[in-house]
Nanobody, 118 residues
Framework: QVQLMESGGGTVHPGGSLTLSCAASGSVLSINALGWYRQGPGKQRELVATITTDGTTTYADSVKGRFTISRDYAKNAVSLQMNSLKPEDTAVYYC????????????WGQGTQVTVSA
């Protein structure tokens, strides 16, 4: 079992910046990847960015060049630096931990609201 605790959401003007943080606890040594997903109003949950144990990162095309994911291995934490925010970035952002053994197991945080509005 993995528990995830997110922080850092809020409201920001277009062009502004926010940093989301997520701390993992429990079976952290089994985690293969940490990441962020988001779900906007009336939309399905979508991948934002992920980072694997060896540091390989993946980004959604819509956030490339604006968002940066990083991992603190000592603290079992992952952060998402979001710059040049746009109204379409408004969503609930969820921290994700993925464990791959015989099958894939995903764990989710409770979500944190990010609102980009003038």
């Amino acid at each position: 079992q993995v528990q995830l605790m997110e922080s850092g959401g809020g409201t920001v003007h277009p062009g502004g910046s926010l940093t989301l943080s997520c701390a993992a606890s429990g079976s952290v040594l089994s985690i293969n990847a940490l990441g962020w997903y988001r779900q906007g109003p009336g939309k399905q949950r979508e991948l934002v960015a992920t980072i694997t144990t060896d540091g390989t990162t993946t980004y959604a095309d819509s956030v490339k060049g604006r968002f940066t994911i990083s991992r603190d291995y000592a603290k079992n934490a992952v952060s998402l630096q979001m710059n040049s925010l746009k109204p379409e970035d408004t969503a609930v952002y969820y921290c994700n931990a993925r464990i791959v053994l015989i099958r894939v197991k995903d764990y989710w945080g409770q979500g944190t609201q990010v609102t980009v509005s003038a």
